[in-house]
Nanobody, 124 residues
Framework: QVRLVESGGGSVQAGGSLKLSCVVSGYTYSSYCMGWFRQPPGKEREGVAAICTGSGSPYYAISVKGRFTISRDNAKNMLYLHMSSLKPEDTAMYYC?????????????????WGQGTQVTVSS
């Protein structure tokens, strides 16, 4: 059974940084994408960043490019999202996701495995 568990969320002032972590267990696919998504209050879930095996570069939403960095440690089955220069509009529940069959790395519906989320709140 695939299980993803996020951690590292919290409250931070605008301009600050946070690092989110996601530990993955029970995932045996050799080729896959993993991504971070977020859902602001009252809005739909959106793709933030993704990284795929065999792909040259990670994928980022325009709104976070240059501020967020996604990385993966395959040996530890970990996915990370380092967020800097945080803005109040980054406030959301952040989720990690994984799937072996992804065509659009930042599209929510392309992923079948999800964590429960970790809250990030950025105050002005």
């Amino acid at each position: 059974q695939v299980r993803l568990v996020e951690s590292g969320g919290g409250s931070v002032q605008a301009g600050g940084s946070l690092k989110l972590s996601c530990v993955v267990s029970g995932y045996t696919y050799s080729s896959y994408c993993m991504g971070w998504f977020r859902q602001p209050p009252g809005k739909e879930r959106e793709g933030v960043a993704a990284i795929c095996t065999g792909s040259g570069s990670p994928y980022y939403a325009i709104s976070v490019k240059g501020r967020f960095t996604i990385s993966r440690d395959n040996a530890k089955n970990m996915l990370y999202l380092h967020m800097s220069s945080l803005k109040p509009e980054d406030t959301a529940m952040y989720y990690c996701a994984a799937d072996p069959d992804v065509y659009r790395p930042l599209t929510t519906s392309d992923y079948n495995y999800w964590g429960q989320g970790t809250q990030v709140t950025v105050s002005s």
